[in-house]
């Protein structure tokens, strides 16, 4: 379908799941994670409020810049590298079709 990019998520446990996402349902990383049944809180619903959809970027993916408040949540959470992602703020777009994003730890 035209509509639809891979997306890879690595589990915490190394796993790599490659998932197939719409691109017409205005959803982002972390709706994909949880539609999937992959073990992402989205505690805040997408808000950029707490961290809990953190994953680390593994591919050359370019992506839009951080927003304030996706910079502001990761200047607070655990286990962030430069790399760090929140995946609420990571929509899916064509633009990212064949994106790979570990999970960060808990």
Same mark, same amino acid.
């Given at each position: 379908m035209d509509?639809?990019i891979q *997306?890879?998520?690595?589990? +915490?446990e190394?796993v790599?799941? !490659?998932l197939?996402?719409p691109?017409d349902m205005n959803m982002?990383?972390m709706?994909?994670c949880? /539609?999937?049944?992959?073990? *992402?809180?989205?505690?805040?619903?997408g808000?950029? =409020?707490?961290? /809990?959809?953190?994953?680390y =970027?593994?591919s050359d993916t370019? #992506?839009?810049?951080?927003s $304030?408040a996706e910079?502001a949540? =990761?200047?607070q959470?655990f286990? *962030?590298? $430069?790399? /760090?992602? #929140?995946?609420?703020q990571? +929509?899916?777009t !064509?633009?990212? $079709?064949?994106i790979v =994003?570990?999970l960060?730890?808990q």
């Open positions: 509509n639809m *997306v890879t998520i690595i589990d +915490r190394g790599p799941h !490659p197939d996402a691109t982002n990383i709706e994909i949880k /539609s999937y049944e992959l073990p *992402v809180e989205g505690t805040c619903g808000m950029a =409020l707490c961290a /809990s959809c953190q994953c =970027l593994e370019p #992506l839009p810049e951080q $304030d910079l949540m =990761l200047d959470a286990h *962030v590298k $430069d790399n /760090s992602r #929140l995946g609420c990571i +929509r899916i !064509p633009e990212i $079709d064949g =994003l570990r960060a730890p």
